[in-house]
């Protein structure tokens, strides 16, 4: 497919500002869907889940594919909660323009920043929405200068609204220079196009003016033109707009109200005139497996391929979907392809294009298309995919450590049968999410990234797999580690009776680097335990360390030498060695100084200047150290190294220090040891001593 002709968007707004209602009638003008979903009965075509309309927020991230005079939108779905940064940053990476909605009343809130500040952060091309102009107290105007003076953005109105007393009746496009009026005729919705009434011209003319003056300043031939007094051609000047707008130096904003179906179509038309096709972006960077050198892959059909996948979705038809974006090359079904990322070799079964309400089997896709793959059933979202003959790693796609976890109980035998398959789904789905079972309790532990995450898992296990469980509290993941070297020497002896268990070990365990995790030697010479054993102590080992040793937390970086030992003709076994390993690793850790790490977040809080102290002083109480404080469009953005588990209930209190207008996300740093205080206190919770 020609790449001009695709767009790849994604539509964000906070909760309520209209964007299920917008991407509904988008997909009901694009002609893809006849019978118009209503957000309040609920048929809705985009949200997935039921819970995410209950909730009020978009967590899925499917795309939806749809055309617009010769053009494929795809629209990629953006949840819009602060929690899930993780999910809005991963389907950013893959969009190439945004449409923020904000509503006509209710203006740039506190979450809408959010959004925005991320989508700057990967310098995303945007058009603003105002929605809902239908509604008492609306004001483009006011919306326009929040965007200013909230976000700092640089906002140019393309539409003027049109009143008809206290009534919302049309828009003045101030581009083609006509005006819109919308009726509804025998339930189908139409709109009219004419010159601009008398009384509205001299309005008209002069924001005209106003939006030309603006925009002669991203164009040579349109400065000469207005600088001449003469005619614009509208072509100029949608040229002009739309480097502006793809340099990020503008936001054009149009007006509508979605629900009474005014402005849609205009909005569709911007969407095409000003945001950028898949060409109009750089080359997408990536790191070569074999050599670690940068490799750029060129959205050209002939490149070599290479994609990546920015969900999985579980389907009732097709078992698992991997909606992947392309970057480059061409894909065909039945080729094998590359996953970089868990180094595996899949064939493509079905190549599938997603829309509204129907999906069209595909035998190839191409650069900056989006399509759903079916097969790859060992994906997993943020993997690379590529052609096995020129592999790549495409940047951008970590994702972090779980960092808080929560047990769950199924409540009936039932549940406990189907626990296991619905968790296994969910893990494939959310790279974030891991599950594991407590050796001790024998309790299954879900982890996640937030106290909100975890909530939504569970309230997904209900739902849609039909299981329910007892949650107890989320706890911060603690671990362990050593801080000094030891030699320690465990033996094992029954001898009573029968056969026996016999196992002689000796063990001498280091720390090492943050994060190397365990690291296994054996300097055995001379068969003082003879090799078939040796398996068995490793495995002990393993097991003692996922177990804990002081307060039953994970044990990593430790580095375990086995140097010595001994065995007896009968009463040694694989059984006798692995309990010898486990325990002499215990001992030897408890000796070894041990200390309990917890994990440590990057925090970023942005915030009005005149909040700045009481947000410092707030994370400094919260053993926050502050790294640096700089400006942006106007906001105040505070960089700082908290510990998770002082982060508990920080939404609420930024809330109310800042009236609402403070922002924060937080990302996994590393794990750092814990203060001595703060590690008898969790130990004296786990009941150990
Ligand atoms: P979302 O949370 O951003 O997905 O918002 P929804 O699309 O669910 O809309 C929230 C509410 O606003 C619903 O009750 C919609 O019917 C209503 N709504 C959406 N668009 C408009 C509009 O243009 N005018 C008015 N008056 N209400 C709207």
Known sequence: MDLGLIRNIGIAAHIDA??????????????????????????????????????????????????WKKHQINIIDTPGHVDFTVEVERSLRVMDGVVAVFCAVGGVEPQSETVWRQADKYEIPRIAF????????ADFEHVVEMMRERLGAHPVPLTMPVFLGEIFYGLIDLVEMKQLTYVDEAGI???????????????????????????SGYDDELMTLYLDGAD????????????????????????????????????????????????????????????????????????????????IQADPYVGKLAFVRIYSGTLKTGETLWNSSCEIRQRVGRILEMHANNRIEKSEVGPGEIAAIVGLAKAHTGDTICDPDHPIILEGMQFPEPVIEVSIKPLSQKDQDRLGLALDRLADEDPTFRVKVDPETSQTIIAGMGEL???????????????????????????????????????????TGGKGMFADITLEVEPTAPGEGFIWENKIIGGAIPTEYIPAIERGIIEAMAGGVSAGFPVVDVKVRLVDGK?????SSDMAFRIAGSM???????????????????????????????????????????????????????AASVPLQAMFGYSTSLRSMTQGRGIYSMQFARYESVPQEVATQILRQRGAA
């Open 18 to 67: 209209g964007k299920t209602t917008l991407s509904e009638r988008v997909l009901y003008f694009t002609g893809k869907v006849h019978r118009m979903g209503e957000v309040h009965d609920g048929a809705a075509t985009m949200d997935w889940m039921v819970q995410e309309r209950e909730r009020g927020i978009t967590i899925s991230s499917a795309a939806t594919s749809a055309f």
């Open 130 to 137: 105002v929605n809902k102009m239908d509604r008492t107290g």
């Open 189 to 215: 919705p139409t709109f009219n196009k004419t010159e601009i009434p008398n009384d509205l011209a001299d309005e008209a003319y002069s924001r005209r003016d106003h939006l030309v003056e603006e925009m």
């Open 232 to 311: 614009i051609p509208e072509v100029l000047l949608k040229r002009a707009i739309r480097k502006a707008t793809m340099d990020n130096k503008i936001t054009p904003v149009l007006c509508g109200a979605a629900y009474r179906n005014k402005g849609v179509r205009k909005l569709l038309d911007a969407v095409i005139d000003y945001l950028p096709s898949p060409g109009d972006i750089p080359a997408v960077k990536g790191e070569n497996p074999k050599t670690l050198e940068v490799e750029l892959r060129e959205p050209d059909a002939a490149a070599p391929f290479s994609g990546m996948v920015f969900k």
């Open 453 to 495: 995450h975890l909530e939504i898992l569970v309230d997904r296990l209900a739902r849609e797999f039909n299981t329910r469980c007892e949650v107890g509290q989320p706890e911060v993941s603690y671990r362990e580690t050593i801080t000094r070297s030891i030699k320690k020497r465990t033996r094992l002896v029954k001898q």
């Open 567 to 571: 065995h007896h003709p009968v009463d």
């Open 584 to 638: 002499a690793f215990k001992e030897a850790v408890s000796a070894a100084s041990p200390v309990l790490l917890e994990p440590v977040m990057d925090v970023e809080v942005t915030v009005p200047s005149a909040s700045l102290g009481d947000v410092i002083g707030d994370l400094t109480s919260r053993r926050g150290r502050i790294g640096g404080i700089i400006e942006r469009n106007g906001a105040q953005t505070i």
